[in-house]
């Protein structure tokens, strides 16, 4: 059967409404290339708080969040209308703190409600919410980047979750002159506010004239990149970059009228664009229900994500493909769980990595299985500094791995470099710049004002660029071989952790002026449990276990045997015990590798891998 024949027999999509691909192409004499939507951006609302006022006027009973809590773990749910009170109350409290505009709202904790309130009450502060990553305060030992970014943006108030839980990281910082607020218990030595006593603020005038000085470019919050090349920065959010971007995302893929209210059950982390933008905010704007799932795609935690899965039936989810290989593990089993899922679902989305194949091909004959039709996968693409996402795959498409094509509003800039693409950006989405660090901003865009976001790509197709592009990993991390072959650290880590599913969670890349390119796993402990057949198994066990070494082995060669040439070709590889170290700078707050720290804190183990007698820890393909 040809490919044609095989694609008519194949279920069709779900249908989905999604934006024309109407894409303006600019082919400059240099071989730069510029993409641009023809089709104009649609009108969007001055500040994000507006949203809620909206549908606090709309729909006051409508839930917008729920949270598990309570010794029963049961749902908590908080209505627009509530919502807008509660919110009203705390921006009266934060104004009778007589603060300086300007001054930002440090969250030191993870996703709650009350983190989701208080964040909505700064901005009608006209303060800037600025989330920061609990693992700066829970997991770091010298909380270094803790206390670097409070100097940087000096905040003047601070939220925990839980004193006792952030007394150390609390210790840790210089706050005099910062208002601490607490949700459920202070600590003990250091003075804080309950939010509860902030919530119950009598409202005043205040609000509503501090909500009419909101503009366009006030700054709505603060968020953190990674730091992957050093200490993070203080990326500016305008209520308009988020605005804006929150409308190119409903404008790709709008809501069918008449069709379920949106429903998202989410659990990635507000202090990352991801989280607290691309998740959040196109909720709040189209007046859809959030569910804050407490679970995580991680050993043990996944177990949150399932029970909630069967009682909210989303319309709308994301995961990384680590998230969705639990899950269709899970689903396999599970008939009434696959019903819950697929029940409302339109999209299916994934971030983070590309999605692996096999993975896609078991999603899809769950979806068919329970359905009768296939669920599409989207993904974007952007970074902090762009609200996130600039792009999308906003069409059917069955190849994972695009980022798709630019949204209305966006112009996106290709300029030649070697055998891809660096990609650039410009649109309202854009940030002006890093929070107290001009000598950075002036270097972050170029001659024409697009943003260089130091990201590589290519098209599927040079002569059809309505097929989408292909994310080619970034710029800088690409080395040569002692062959003088370039090597695409992003494309080809991404394939080999791909290749080498279920048991590689994560990847280092060498080969740096080396003669040929060397991999450093991180073992995906869950997997390879189960492969072993011990659940009780330690990173020890699976790493010298024969069943993993195996597997990764022949999923490398695999790998290998579709290869091209020598700059995608794996000749040796090694499983690491040693998970990768935030306070090394190998692990982003976000979860994303830093190549050149791992690589420089591990030298050890480089050198192993490319012994010329490779001990027995190395495997050579």
């Known amino acids: 059967m040809d490919g044609d024949a095989a694609m008519l027999t194949r279920p069709a999509f779900r249908k989905v409404d999604w934006l024309a691909r109407d894409i303006a192409v600019e082919r400059r004499a240099d071989g730069t290339v510029v993409l641009k939507s023809r089709i104009p951006l649609q009108a969007y609302a001055t500040h994000i708080p507006a949203s809620l006022a909206k549908w606090a006027d709309e729909a006051p009973e409508r839930i917008w969040l729920a949270q598990r809590g309570g010794p029963e773990r049961q749902w908590r749910k908080v209505s627009y209308g509530e919502a807008k009170r509660t919110v009203d109350a705390l921006t009266q409290g934060l104004l009778d703190l007589g603060l300086d505009e300007g001054r930002p709202v440090a969250i030191l904790s993870g996703n709650s409600i009350e983190h989701a309130l208080l964040t909505q009450a700064a ?16 997991m770091s030992q010298d909380h270094l980047k803790l ?28 706050l005099t002159g910062i208002t601490v607020i607490h949700v459920l218990r202070p600590c003990d030595g250091i003075a804080s506010v309950s939010f509860a006593e902030l919530a119950a603020t009598p409202v005043t005038p205040a609000v509503e004239q ?18 992957s090349t050093g200490m993070p920065k203080a990326v500016i959010n305008t209520q308009e ?54 679970g995580r795609p991680m050993p043990g935690q996944f177990e949150e994500t399932i029970k909630n899965l069967h009682e909210v039936s989303p319309t709308y989810y994301a995961n990384v493909p ?12 599970d008939e009434a ?13 994934y971030g983070g990595a590309r999605l692996p194949d096999d993975l896609y091909d078991r ?35 069955e190849r994972v791995g695009l980022i798709g094509l630019p949204f209305p509003g966006v112009e996106l800039k290709m300029v030649p470099c070697g055998s891809k693409y660096e990609l650039r950006l410009r649109g309202v989405n854009v940030t002006p710049g890093y929070f107290g660090q001009p000598d950075l901003t002036a270097k972050m ?29 970034r710029v800088v991390e690409d080395f040569k071989l002692t062959t003088g072959t370039f090597v695409h650290v992003g494309s080809l880590r991404t394939d080999a952790i791909a290749a080498a599913t279920p048991v590689v969670h994560d990847a280092l890349v060498a080969g740096q002026d080396r003669c040929s390119i060397g991999l450093l796993c991180w073992p995906d402990l869950h997997a390879c449990r189960q492969l072993v057949g011990n659940a009780n198994a330690t990173y020890e066990d699976v790493i010298r276990h024969p069943a993993v070494i195996d597997c990764l082995k022949k999923g490398l060669q695999a790998h290998n045997a579709s290869a091209t040439g020598s700059s995608m070709r794996i000749a040796r590889a090694m499983l690491m015990v040693e998970p990768p170290s935030i306070d090394g700078n190998e692990l982003t707050d976000k979860g994303y590798i830093n190549q050149r720290a791992g690589l420089e804190r591990r030298a050890d183990l480089v050198e192993k891998l490319y012994a010329d007698a490779p001990c027995d820890e190395v495997i050579v393909l």
Request: with cysteine; hydrophobic share 45%; net charge negative.
């Open 123 to 138: 901005m009608q502060a006209r303060l800037p919410a600025a989330p920061v990553s609990p693992a700066y305060s829970l």
């Open 147 to 174: 206390k670097y970014l409070f100097n940087l943006i000096k905040p003047a108030v601070v939220m925990v979750q839980d004193g006792p839980t952030f007394e150390k990281a609390l210790r840790a910082i210089d």
């Open 210 to 227: 501090s909500i009419a000085k909101i503009t366009p470019k006030t700054v709505g919050k603060l968020l953190f990149t990674s730091g």
């Open 241 to 294: 970059m988020m605005c804006a971007n929150a409308a190119m995302m409903t404008q790709v893929r709008p809501r069918e009228p008449g069709g379920p209210i949106s429903t998202v059950l989410d659990w990635m982390p507000w202090n990352h664009t991801m989280g607290g933008n691309a998740a959040f905010n196109p909720v709040l704007v189209d007046g859809g229900t959030l569910y804050i799932d407490d």
């Open 322 to 333: 680590a998230g969705y290989a639990a899950l269709a593990a899970a689903m396999e089993k």
């Open 337 to 349: 769980l696959c019903r819950s899922f697929f029940k409302n679902l339109s999209i299916m989305a």
């Open 363 to 397: 999603m899809q004959a769950l979806a068919v299985k329970t359905t009768g039709e296939r669920v599409v996968f989207y993904t974007g693409w952007g970074s902090t500094e762009t609200a996130p996402t600039s792009t999308g795959t906003y069409w059917d498409t």
């Open 445 to 473: 865009f170029d001659e024409e004002g697009f943003y260089c976001i130091g990201d590589a790509g290519v098209f599927v197709d040079p002569e059809d660029p309505l097929q989408g592009i292909i994310f080619a990993g």
